[in-house]
């Protein structure tokens, strides 16, 4: 069964704290990991997709990599503006749309 | 370009009465997704369309739910009865037609349900 697993569920750092989220997944040929942050009282908001083992991607002070197995969201030096949930999903193969979440990690970064 | 728009916002209602949730998706997108998010399940697609025909319902809880979508730029969800467990929030997305890139979904900014 496709599924997917965010770590942790929580996570508290002090402004320029550096730290990684992780989200691990199992599902039939991967074709996509998608990786969207959600504001309180917003729908979530794309950040980045991962198509294949070894690709990276970043924004700002963001930095997306992957896995066979796993995926990691690295923040550098976070800022209080980045305190969000972050929100990984899967597409599996075929030509199927779904996407299959995981529950996310909220992210506080206090100044 | 304005992106999903989602109508209402907020919805409080009692049970037994039909609720009726709006999304209109980006212009040119022909993919519509409605999802419910809960802080016990997280996001759940309940049903997604293509071309304005439902491609995939398994998600859709019961018969007390229905999507349809009418043109590309409207579709409608509705609870009737509603209960009280339906209560959460529910979000529309939408996503461009297949190109080279994997086509990515983007949200409008929700609807939130409580039934009392």
């Known amino acids: 069964e496709d599924q997917v697993t965010q770590s942790p569920e929580a996570l508290r750092l002090q402004e320029g704290e550096s730290s990684s989220l992780n989200c691990s997944y199992t599902v039939s040929g991967l074709r996509g990991l998608f990786w969207y942050r959600q504001d309180p009282g917003k729908g979530p908001e794309f950040l980045f997709t991962?198509?294949?083992?070894?690709e990276e991607k970043e924004k700002e002070r963001l930095k997306a990599t992957l896995t066979k197995k796993e995926s990691f969201l690295h923040i550098t030096a976070p800022k209080p503006e980045d305190s969000a949930t972050y929100l990984c999903?899967?597409?599996?193969?075929?030509?199927?749309?779904?996407?299959?979440w995981g529950l996310g990690t909220s992210l506080a970064v206090n100044p | 370009d304005a992106g999903v728009i989602q109508s209402p916002r907020h919805e409080v209602t009692e049970m037994g009465q039909e609720v009726t949730l709006r999304c209109k998706p980006i212009s040119g997108h022909d993919y519509l997704f409605w999802y419910r998010q809960t802080m016990m399940r997280g996001l759940e697609l309940l049903i997604y369309f293509n071309n304005n025909v439902p491609i995939d319902d398994s998600g859709m809880p019961e018969d007390r739910f229905s999507a349809k979508m009418p043109n590309a730029s409207f579709s409608t969800l509705k609870i009737q009865p509603s209960e009280p467990r339906d209560s959460a929030v529910y979000f529309c997305?939408?996503?461009?037609?297949?190109?080279?890139?994997?086509?990515?979904?983007?949200f409008g900014p929700g609807t939130r349900l409580l039934v009392l």
């Open positions: 997305a939408s996503s461009p037609p297949r190109g080279r890139i994997l086509e990515t979904q983007y």
């Open positions: 991962l198509y294949s083992a070894g």
């Open positions: 999903a899967v597409q599996g193969a075929g030509n199927n749309r779904k996407l299959i």
